[in-house]
DNA sequence: GACAAAACAGGACAACCGGTCTGTTTTGTA
DNA sequence: TACAAAACAGACCGGTTGTCCTGTTTTGTC
């Protein structure tokens, strides 16, 4: 008689979503989400679970631990993020530092515009992630360094055609790169983009004009973008 | 009969160490050092008992909350911290662009040094804690409002001094504390210093350089400090 | 030395964490 | 339609979390 009550089918109170590929879709972008807002250690998967509308047995089958999430985010999400609202328009830029000059106003037009400053997701995890596992800090860092590289790269081309001879590639994307996350930091702790516009003037009237004359042109142009 | 056994007194196992404010000191050192290395969340009230030789009784009494020890830890260390390595040396320097740089050579050749990097304290907790905790929040946007200040002020004795008269002193220290930040962000993602050579160099070339024709001065200066 | 207050000791607890397990349903393929 | 594999549902568990509580010891004050 025992087996008669184990055997009892189970009632399911949930329905199937027959939408292949749309469930690890609907986790990644909750997991994304959370980890921007609120962090790795303080996102609990109890709480994905429930946001994302997602039973416990689905999200261990799409992805079978708490990191090969994490891991999921930084590779899929963050590096799509830093590629789409970085690299792609520095690539398409009529220069290096006019490229890296418009990423700068735009974002920070942007997070006037929302008035919320929730920080660059990448720098968010890489905080957070990069002393607590080498898989997570080796991921972070990839991103990193490609952000870096197709900054230097943009500089490299604008040389190979006659502009910025007196440039260093590595050290203009190392101080482009640094002087926006920091940035970023400040204006996530402040929930003030004001100082955003701080640094991109800053830049302007420093190392972000070349050296011909340019100075005073670029501080009129600045606003074009 | 149970009354006899209720009332029988405990063995105490730990001795009383008689060191007044000597407790609370050790806990904020623990826990400087781990919210320093692991994180706010990471880093459990037990983690930090044990590795103090602390126990919860004593803990709770000095910290009734988690959050209490963390904010405790933000105004007394973290903002000593920033003190003392950022806004003494820079009021102590001949000048506001040589303040900078010295820091900024002093810190990468102190993780050289060490070869390991746990990046900028107040930077760690500002990602973690800004966006989770008001009181965090407040707590940490004004130790980076007083860093910054620091070196806008010094701008501003420059300029009472006849020098850096094209200089805008907020955005000067904006981009000052903002490269920092994103260069320390950057070395502990890649476990690297490198990045912070980077951009000290970039902003020697560029912004840190004045316009009165010291750029090249400043390139054989560089390595004093 | 009396005595109130502060400074601890140490256990207890409820909530929650991430992960696992078994079982059911859908899907792809022939 | 048969059937193996993938995709899920949902309960379950051991360990950990932060906090609280009661009791003991030290300290300061008159």
Redesign the interface.
């Known amino acids: 008689m025992s087996a008669e009550i184990t055997a009892r089918p189970k009632a399911r109170t949930q329905k199937r979503t027959n939408d292949p590929e749309g469930m690890r879709k609907k986790v990644l972008d909750v997991a994304e989400e959370a980890f921007q807002?609120?962090?790795y250690?303080?996102s609990s998967m109890g709480d994905l679970m429930a946001t994302a509308g997602v039973t416990g047995g689905a999200l261990h089958h799409h992805f079978p631990t708490k990191k090969a999430l994490a891991l999921a985010v930084i590779e899929e999400r963050v590096a799509a993020a830093v590629e789409e609202t970085w690299i792609a328009p520095v690539r398409m830029a009529p220069s290096a530092r006019e490229g890296v000059r418009s990423v700068f106003a735009a974002v920070a037009a942007e997070l006037e515009r929302q008035g919320f400053v929730?920080?660059c997701p990448l720098?968010?995890l890489?905080?957070?992630l990069?002393?607590?596992d080498p898989d997570f800090?080796i991921a972070?860092?990839g991103i990193?360094?490609a952000w870096?590289q197709a900054i230097a790269d943009k500089i490299s081309a604008d040389q190979q055609a006659g502009r910025e001879l007196?440039t260093?590639p590595?050290?203009?994307a190392?101080?482009a790169?640094?002087?926006?996350?920091?940035?970023m930091?400040?204006a996530?702790?402040?929930?003030d983009a004001s100082?955003l516009r701080?640094?991109l003037?800053?830049?302007d009237?420093?190392?972000?004009s070349s050296k011909t004359g340019t100075r005073r042109r670029n501080r009129i142009l600045h606003r074009a973008l």
Chains 1, 2 share one sequence.
């Not at 640094?178 to 940035?183: E, F, N």
């Not at 009237?205 to 972000?208: A, E, K, L, T």
């Open positions: 807002a609120r962090g250690h303080a929730r920080g720098n968010n890489a905080h957070e990069s002393l607590a800090r972070l860092a990193f360094s870096r007196g260093d590595q050290r203009f190392a101080l790169v640094a002087s926006y996350s920091g940035a930091s400040m996530k702790t402040a929930q100082v701080d640094c003037m800053a830049l009237q420093g190392v972000m």
